[in-house]
């Protein structure tokens, strides 16, 4: 990881916002969104005055950070940073800022990123409130030109979410401008808060074929998030598992690499930001219900074992490490019991997300007063953290 060493000013935020220029229709205190060009005044939850615009030399390295303002209880975000690559490349990023370190993260993380869009997400529960930077980000200049640095909000774009991973409304975004070999215009200086116009949902087209050999179990219910799980074939295409769904087109899956710690991506209509190619038998992911339709989807009741050895926690996590695991046992085993059928590795910790309520019940070993999380059923998906010492007897 990279060390900063960066002079914090100490300008308050009220001050910044003077300088900033609000378009017809921005609301004058509110959620924005922006990117900073000029980011010495800034660190993880303090901001300096936002600039829009940043003159540098062909080859040189700079920074420049997305930023929020006025936020509640921030989990979670996405961010789809837009460029023109004949101009600037990216050279890396810094996330552990306003939601601290320690975060799992997803998206592009090899370097440079040369296609003119680059997209990365972070998320470190339970949440913070504030203002302050959400990702710095380190960029070369490559020619003679000049590049917007664009911020498109939506779903599969640019998104902030709560604790209880619901969408926060941004009412407001600021794009940056890279001039390479040549000076900033006094008007790009200055910052435009521009309006966000609500958009509709998209109607859901999946791209999987129903009828697939086997089911995903547990699917979300409409505009929410479940810890979904593929019972079937291995190496099945990720849209013919997710389209098995009755009821419901699952909008987007994520699934936690248990080596790289990295989350690797499915969307229906967006192949070429995807990565999730296919699922494998007892394979979790956690998957997003379209908005627009009702979900009938199959449950787990009354399955039992299905790898004929005993019961046993399916992908139990390495140690130090996140993954999401699936109990291939009966209902309502207490959940002490589940974890600790891992054979290499104890649990430190597990977490399932109620596809009802978005809330988050938890399993912390030796720590029964804060453990919501009591029993697990058959097929149920956890999101699971290897301890860093091994299992009793092991």
């Given amino acids: 990881m990279r ?5 914090i000013l100490s300008l308050p935020l009220a ?10 229709g921005a609301p004058a205190s509110s959620i924005v969104i922006a990117v900073d060009m000029m980011p010495e005044g800034n660190s993880a939850t303090s901001l300096g005055p936002i600039e829009a615009c940043l003159s540098v030399s062909s080859g040189d390295t700079f920074d420049v950070d997305v930023i929020v303002t006025d936020v509640q209880e921030l989990a979670g975000f996405q961010v789809r940073l837009n460029f023109d690559p004949q101009v600037v490349q990216i050279e890396g990023r810094q996330a552990d800022f306003f939601l601290s370190e320690g ?3 997803a998206g592009d993380t090899n370097f440079p990123v040369t296609s003119g869009s680059w997209y990365y997400g972070y998320t470190n529960l339970p949440g913070r409130s504030g203002s302050g930077v959400l990702v710095r980000i380190t960029l070369k200049a490559l020619a003679s030109g000049s590049t917007k640095l664009s911020l498109p909000l939506g779903p599969l774009d640019t998104t902030l979410v709560d604790s209880s991973l619901s969408y926060i409304a941004v009412e407001g975004v600021i794009e940056g401008t ?4 040549d000076e900033c215009t ?3 200086i200055t910052p435009t808060v521009l309006p966000v116009t609500p958009q509709p949902s998209p109607t859901p087209s999946p791209t999987g074929t129903p009828g697939a050999a086997g089911q995903l179990l547990n699917c979300p219910l409409p505009n929410r998030w479940s810890i979904a799980v593929w019972s079937g074939p291995d190496n099945v295409p990720t849209g013919d598992a997710l389209a098995t769904c009755t009821g419901v087109a699952v909008e987007a899956a994520y699934w ?3 080596g790289s710690q990295s989350w690797w991506r499915y969307f229906p209509r967006r192949p070429e930001i995807s990565n999730l190619a296919a699922l494998d038998d007892m394979q979790g992911v956690i998957a997003l219900g379209s908005a627009s339709t009702a979900s009938t989807a199959a449950s787990a009741a009354g399955l039992g074992p299905a790898n004929g050895n005993g019961f046993q926690l399916v992908n139990c996590p390495q140690p130090g490490k996140w993954v999401i695991s699936t109990w291939d046992g009966p209902n309502s085993t207490a959940i002490g019991q589940a974890v600790g059928t891992c054979p290499d590795t104890s649990v430190a910790a597990a977490y399932w997300l109620d596809p009802q309520t978005q809330g988050w019940l ?3 070993a030796g720590r029964p007063e804060i453990t919501s999380l009591t029993t697990i059923d058959a097929m149920q998906g ?5 301890g860093v010492t091994a299992p009793p007897g092991g």
């Fill in 256 to 258: 936690l690499d248990p």
């Fill in 362 to 364: 938890r399993y912390v």
């Fill in 103 to 105: 975060g799992l993260e």
């Fill in 3 to 7: 060390i900063y060493s960066w002079l």
């Fill in 186 to 188: 006094p008007d790009e």
């Fill in 382 to 386: 956890i999101l699971t953290l290897g």
């Fill in 178 to 181: 890279v001039r390479v070999g």
């Fill in 15 to 24: 001050a910044a916002s003077l300088l900033v220029v609000r378009a017809p």
